[in-house]
Structure formats: C-alpha cells, structure tokens
C-alpha cells in the first residue's frame, strides 16, 4: 500500500549535504541510483544526521504528504509536519530516534502520522543506523503507508466478527432449540412415566373416591393442575360429584350432588361427550353464569373438562382445574386427554366391580337367610340340654352347606346330627335343606339306629336326584333305666367328641363313606352309655381347620380346650369352643353341644 498519489515531475534536486553523504556511504552508489530511490512513490524515504535533523527527504514523503519541502528539511524529524499535530507521538518519535543511534539496532514500529491537511494515516516505520568512514551517525528512515492495508484489515476482522457473532446467534438459537426439544423430550418421558404409574395405581381403585385420589391428586398435577373432580351419573336424573381433596370439603359438600340437567360445565360434558375448555374467568362465566359461584368457592382460574367414555357409553366427565389462567398447549390437551380415557377404564370397572360385589352381596344374604331358616332351634326341655352355633365363613364371601339339627322321635328318642354338603353356593345350601328334611321324615317315627338312618338317607338322595356329596355324624341317644345310651355312625366326618363327667375327653373317632359315594355301601354303628354329666360335641371342619396345618391338629386342639372348659353349660361351652377356631376362618361352622344333665325321669 502506499501514500496519496504524486504527480510525476522532475525529481527535487538532491542536496548537497545528502549526496555527499551518500558518496561517503556507498562509494559505489550512483547519482542514477540514489534519484530512483527518491522517486519511487511506494516508499517514504529520508536521511537524519545523528541528532535527528533531517537532512533530505524524497518526494512522496514531503511533496506527496502535502507538506512544504523548504520548512520540513533542516528540522529535527519529530517536529516535522508528520508528528507536530501530536506532541506526545512527537516525543515519543524523539526517543525511538536516540534508541537507534545510540544501540545501533534498527527500530521498526507501526504508528500513526499526519499529512498537511492534518488527516491522520498509519506507517510502518523503520529507523535504520548507519555510519560513515569517518563513524559519524546517520538514521536512514523510511516507511510505507499502511492506512489502506489496516482498513482492509480492520474490515475483514469486523466482517469476520460479524459473521463469527451471526455463527454464535445461530449456534445459540439451534441449542435453544435443541434445549427445547430436549425439554419437550423429557416431559414427554416423565409423562408417559407417570401415565404408566397411574395406570398401575388404578388397578388397585376399588371405590369412586380411589379413583379421584389418584386421578385428581396425584396424575393431573403433573400437568401444573391443583385439583379437580369426576361427575359420574347416578340414575336417571343425578349426577354425583366426587372432589378432590385439594378443592376441601366445602366444595365436595356443595356440589356433591346436581341434577343431570345442570347448566355447569362438568354436568354439561357428562351429558353431551363434548370437551370443554375454559382457559379465563370470562370464558367460564360465558359459557354459564353458575360457573361465577364455581371460582369464588374454588380460588381455581382455569378448568378442563373432559368426557369419561368407554366404547359407545358415556359415563361422565374428569373436570381439571388451575390457580391461575392459562393457554392450553396442544401437548397438555392430549396429556388430558389420556389421562380422561384411563380414568374412564377404571371406572367402568369399578362399576362393574361395585354391581358385582351389590349382586354377590344380595346373593349371601338371601342364602344366609335361607340356611338360618333350616337351622331351627333344638329343643329344650328334658334332661337333655343342647345348644347349637352357626358361624359363617368370616370373608362372607360364600354360604357354605354346613347344618346342625335336634329333634325328638315319636318314641322318646332325641336325634342329633352336624352335617356338611360339599360346596359353597345356593347349590350347597339347597342340598342341605333337602338332606335336612329328608332326614327328619325318616328318624322320626322310625326306630331305626344311626348306621341304617344314614344308609337310608344315602339311598332317598339317590332316588330323589339330589346330586350332592356331604358329611354327616348323626347320633341317637336312648333313655334306659340307668340313664342314656348313645347311639352313632360316621358317614366321612370329623369325630365327635365325649366328655365324662369327672373329665377325660374320648374321640368318637371311626367312619364310613361320606353320602352320596356308594349309597348301598355298608356303615357301621357303635354305642355306649351316657353317663349324667357327660357333654357331646358334633361340629364341622370350619371348626378345626387350618390353612398351614393337618386337621388331626386341629382336633386334637379342640379336645384339648374341651378338657381344659370342665363342666360348663352348653352355651358357655358353645361360646368357649369357638374361640379354637382360626382367626378369618375360611369355612362355615355348625356346632351342636349337648349335655346329658340327669336320668331321663330325673328333674
């Protein structure tokens, strides 16, 4: 680069001082050599005697700067036109010039200077050191003109910069997007996490209000929601409301219960399928005046409400709510949306549960009912004091064919007997009715013994169709001139029990085939006399049956406590027996005691 540009004349004569010099310098120079350099427009040139005084100066640097060749040449080189503009650059060039003569190193540096109109132009300056043959000092300075060239520069870094800077605005706008997406990303996975979360939680809802708990309390939130409800329809013309605990019980109290063709949002869903979205108050006030009443007691600025529909059937409506109003984004629409289609899977099976569970309920009480009908009370009178206990199992899930039965015979018998028809439905509890009756008709008014009663028994359930398997103990007992005699048969039942009178408790234990397998199978009898005192336990295996453990455990068990009871009535035995058996028992229990209180005309 170089200075302004120069007319080309004929050169200034070169004064007498500087050829001399230069002859001095190089001897080999020539006049024609020493003109060309002063020529040349590329370079400022010029020659200072080793004070710094300038002694000649080549056009481009004096004419071409636009400074007067008469006032520059003579002066000192820093109080020249180029620098005088500046007296601190002045003073600074005044040492640079003594530096180099003094350390005889040629001293290079890049610094601004001025031209006769006083604008300012940059220069890479060097001041060279040299000597005569007579070692006196001169500087040859010469510089070039980088004005243009650090312009160029200087706008090649800015452009530079500018696009380094327009680089880093779209680095940073691509990882905000980036971070957005990234964002979006993980909503999206901690939703879906907690979608998946919910979906477990709700296997578990068994009532309405479970599932609002975890619907209302623990999924939307995740959504920045605070609160909510579900409008289920309950006939053909309420709606019941369930609340969320967030909204407190004051609103669960006031809106608990609406008429189905309630103006307000939620009712209106349940009846129509339709979303609706009410972002401000305005909206909400707009779309029903009700909704002003809705925001006072809530404290909630913002509400969704979603249909609960499952296939073709509406069941009603999830309604969301916020503190604050908000713009829905699509995403929060389709979270709601998902959210509103697990909650009508669960419960519509819920309802289906609860119809259910009412139907089996129904069902339990009418066969409660039913057995309790059959299970008369025993007689009273007499020497002969029985007292019996029916106990259901303790889930109440099943009415099991469990019976107990006491009667006296035209003859002045007593028949006892504790039975079990296999199963647990009204199936079970009929066949134990038929048994029942059919047993009473034929001991009755027969002198038959146990052993032939339960072959008979066996025999009329066959022909009669009943198409049943059941255990039975049945016992006869007698009056004799010394007191009783006791009479039983087994047919596959647990032992009954017989307590002395001074103690000692004996298991009744032998038996045949439960009826119902071989009707015309052969059954044993056995007998013995019943002493006053003497207390017989018949029960089923509700009584001594144990989850974790063999049923001659049991038993044995019941035995023991029935020796440890001593002698007691036979309702406190009753009561004392039952404490044996097992905490939520699983099966029905019948259990008759009987206490032979004196001879048969005693008191």
């Known amino acids: 680069m170089h200075g ?99 350390t005889g190193e040629p001293f290079r540096t890049v610094s601004h200077f001025f031209l006769g109109d006083r604008s300012r132009r940059m220069v890479d300056l060097v001041l060279s050191p040299v000597r005569d043959d007579g070692d006196q000092p001169y500087l040859v300075a010469t510089g070039l003109d980088v004005t243009d060239a650090l312009t160029a520069q200087r706008a090649r870094e800015e452009q530079a910069e500018v696009e380094a800077d327009a680089l880093r605005r779209v680095a940073a706008a691509r990882h905000r997007e980036v971070g957005v997406v990234q964002r979006a990303e993980q909503r999206a996975d901690e939703r879906l996490h907690r979608m998946v979360l919910v979906a477990l939680d709700l296997l578990s809802a068994e009532t309405l209000e479970d599932l609002v708990a975890i619907m209302v309390d623990r999924a939307v939130p995740v959504l920045g929601a605070d609160g909510g409800a579900v409008v289920v329809r309950e006939g053909s013309d309420r709606l019941r409301v369930v609340v969320g605990e967030r909204l407190g019980p004051e609103v669960e109290a006031a809106y608990r219960d609406l008429p189905y063709d309630s103006p307000l949002p939620g009712c209106w869903v349940a009846r129509t399928g339709e979303v609706v979205l009410l972002p401000r108050r305005a909206t909400g006030v707009a779309f029903a005046a009700e909704m002003i009443d809705v925001y006072e007691s809530t404290g909630r600025d913002a509400w969704a409400f979603l249909p609960l529909r499952v296939g073709t059937r509406l069941l009603g409506s999830l309604a969301v709510s916020w503190v604050e109003e908000r713009r829905f984004r699509p995403d929060e629409i389709t979270m709601l949306e998902a959210f509103a289609a697990q909650c009508a899977q669960a419960l519509d099976r819920i309802q289906h549960l609860t119809a259910q569970r ?246």
Not at 450 to 461: H, I, K, Y
Not at 494 to 521: K, S, T
Not at 554 to 580: F, H, M, N, W, Y
Not at 594 to 601: I, K
């Open 4 to 102: 302004r540009h120069v007319e080309r004349s004929a050169p200034p004569p070169v004064s007498a001082p500087a050829r001399e010099l230069t002859a001095r310098l190089t001897g080999s120079l020539t006049d024609r050599w020493f003109t060309a350099l002063y020529e040349t427009p590329l370079l400022f040139s010029g020659i200072l005697d080793g004070t710094g005084r300038l002694l000649d100066a080549n056009r481009a640097s004096v004419e071409g700067c636009g400074l007067d060749r008469a006032g520059t040449l003579g002066r000192k080189f820093w109080e020249c036109g180029w620098w005088a503009p500046d007296p601190e650059l002045a003073e600074r060039l005044r040492g640079w010039c003594e530096k180099a003569v003094r």
């Open 358 to 603: 009412a139907s089996a309920l129904a069902a339990q009480r009418l066969s409660e009912a039913l057995q309790r009908s059959l299970l008369t009370s025993p007689p009273t009178a007499g020497a002969l004091d029985i007292a019996v206990r029916y106990q259901p199992a303790a889930d109440g899930a099943h009415v099991g064919g469990d019976w107990y039965d006491a009667f006296g015979t035209a003859d002045g018998g007593t028949v006892v007997v504790v039975g079990d028809v296999t199963g647990h439905d009204r199936d079970a509890v009929a066949a134990m009715g038929q048994l029942r009756n059919v047993l009473r008709g034929l001991a009755y008014d027969s002198a038959d013994g146990p052993a032939a009663l339960l072959g008979r028994l066996d025999r009329a359930l066959r022909g009669l169709e009943v198409r049943a398997l059941a255990t039975a103990v049945l016992a006869r007992i007698e009056p004799t001139p010394r007191g009783w005699w006791l009479r039983w048969s087994n047919a596959g039942h647990p032992p009954a029990l017989l307590r002395g009178p001074r103690g000692g408790v004996r298991q009744l234990a032998d038996h045949d085939l439960m009826l119902g397998v071989h009707p015309g199978g052969p059954r044993r009898e056995q007998g013995l006399e019943l002493l006053p005192g003497s207390t017989l336990v018949l029960y089923t295996d509700g009584l001594v049956e144990r989850r974790d453990d063999v049923l001659d455990q049991g038993i044995a068990d019941l035995t023991l406590r029935l020796e440890q009871i001593g002698d007691q009535e036979p309702q406190q035995v009753c009561d004392l027996l039952l404490e044996v058996a097992p905490p939520g028992h699983e099966d029905d229990i019948a259990l008759l005691v009987m206490r032979c209180c004196g001879p048969p005309d005693g008191p």
